[in-house]
């Protein structure tokens, strides 16, 4: 959506104003200074980005995971100090900060709510010295949620964030072999459309 926004307003600047308001090095594909797309996101995290949508995140990447309460998304007291321990290897590296959910509720609720937990997990390092703009979120609702869970506590090892380090260099595997070395980016998936929360959505 966003780059099909900004295709329409190039678009719009082309018949309604003349080529001159364009960027002298645009073209065709809406890219300038040599760029190949309108996506505008932070290059390296899309190897680890992938692992985690996959459901395949290497554990000695993750640095914390954070567990919250039923339909919370407030890092309680408890488990800050999970966060506090991290903070100096936080600081020094790019991070992904996955949100999940339980399956109860509905998609799009359980969307929102994991991803203002990720959010609420990256407020609380920001504040410790971490630089937010090292930091992306992604919100994964209940799309890796144990189905079989019968009640909250049996569903409450799903409600978490978890903070995964970019910069982790060892080889990822899945069930198909190895997956995309350090140096290969995977490609970029759609964005997933946001919940009824009026938190933004931010997936890789």
């Known amino acids: 959506m966003k780059r099909l926004s900004l295709l329409l307003a190039a678009s719009a600047l082309l018949v309604g104003c003349g080529p001159s308001r364009l960027p002298s090095d645009f073209n065709q594909n809406g890219a300038s200074n040599g760029a190949d797309s309108l996506d505008h996101r932070p290059a390296g995290f899309d190897r680890m980005a992938d692992a985690i949508r996959s459901g395949n995140i290497p554990p000695e990447a993750i640095l914390a995971t954070v567990y919250f309460d039923f339909d919370k998304y407030t890092v309680e007291a408890k488990e800050r100090s999970k966060l506090d321990g991290i903070a100096a290897k936080a600081k020094g590296t790019k991070l992904i900060i996955a949100g999940y959910t339980d399956q109860f509720g509905t998609e799009e609720y359980n969307l929102g709510l994991s991803d203002r937990r990720a959010q609420s997990a990256r407020d609380y390092l920001t ?48 069930g198909a072999g190895k997956v995309a070395p350090s140096t290969t980016t995977a490609p970029k998936a759609p964005t997933p459309a946001g919940g009824p929360t009026p938190a933004p959505v931010s997936a890789l």
């Open 127 to 174: 504040k410790l010295g971490s630089n937010q703009a090292n930091i992306e979120v992604m919100a994964l609702g209940e799309q890796q949620a144990d189905k079989s869970a019968a009640g909250r506590q049996s569903g409450s090892k799903d409600r978490k964030a978890v903070i995964v380090d970019v910069n982790y260099s060892g080889v990822i595997t899945s």
